[in-house]
Antibody, heavy 118, light 110 residues
Framework: QVQLVQSGAEVKKPGASVKVSCKASGYAFTAYHIHWLRQAPGQGLEWMGWIYPNSGGTKYAQTFQGRVTMTRDTSISTVYMELSSSDDTAMYYC?????????????WGQGTLVTVSS | QSALTQPPSASGSPGQSVTISCTGTSSDLGLYNSVSWYQQHPGKAPKLIIYEVNRRPSGVPDRFSGSKSGNAASLTISGLQAEDEADYYCSSYAGSSTLVFGGGTKVTVL
């Protein structure tokens, strides 16, 4: 079965970078886009962008352009999302598209809480 | 791009129906039939319940239905049940390989 397992919760100082991992299993890792979303406490979902593990190609939301970097390591079926200058406590989710050509997110990681505190 | 617009809250009694609206623009929701709805219970990851406007993934009860007209989409929950109390988010393809989400609607079962 498809599984996305994210790295554990982190505490960061204001202005620090954060890097979250998302390990995939149960399917052909390189065939499906993986998206990243952010959710601040009590707030809605915010789309950050995607990575296509086959080529490493990426697309970032304008809001995060210049601050976010998504990468992958195909040898361990893992994608990474790094956000620089993060000042906001938030939950970060990775999510896989349902089918190779779909635009909906049928599989989600459990979320990674990043707490920003001085 | 701007977020899709959803009402912050909706409610209904068990057995009733509740409809949530999601409004976009002619550049996103109005232009594409790639509208999805997600259900999120507190402390949990979102779950896909509707895709491509009105299609349900396997295992999603048929009391959940979706529709679209012009720049607006709707999610209807018929025969409301206690476990339907959750936050609901709409999403649309917005062109140029991007997605846009709504602000979310909290559904309360009275």
């Amino acid at each position: 079965q498809v599984q996305l397992v994210q790295s554990g919760a982190e505490v960061k100082k204001p202005g620090a970078s954060v890097k979250v991992s998302c390990k995939a299993s149960g399917y052909a890792f390189t065939a499906y886009h993986i998206h990243w979303l952010r959710q601040a406490p009590g707030q809605g979902l915010e789309w950050m962008g995607w990575i296509y593990p086959n080529s490493g190609g990426t697309k970032y939301a304008q809001t995060f352009q210049g601050r976010v970097t998504m990468t992958r390591d195909t040898s361990i079926s893992t994608v990474y999302m790094e956000l620089s200058s993060s000042d906001d406590t938030a939950m970060y989710y990775c999510a896989r598209v349902s089918t190779v050509d779909s635009r909906d997110l049928g599989y989600w990681g459990q979320g990674t809480l990043v707490t920003v505190s001085s | 791009q701007s977020a899709l617009t959803q009402p912050p809250s909706a409610s209904g009694s068990p057995g009733q129906s509740v409809t949530i609206s999601c409004t976009g623009t002619s550049s996103d929701l109005g232009l594409y039939n790639s509208v999805s709805w997600y259900q999120q219970h507190p402390g949990k990851a979102p779950k896909l319940i509707i895709y491509e406007v009105n299609r349900r993934p396997s295992g999603v009860p048929d009391r959940f239905s979706g529709s679209k007209s012009g720049n607006a989409a709707s999610l209807t929950i018929s025969g409301l049940q206690a476990e339907d109390e959750a936050d609901y988010y709409c999403s649309s393809y917005a062109g140029s390989s991007t997605l846009v989400f709504g602000g979310g609607t909290k559904v309360t079962v009275l």
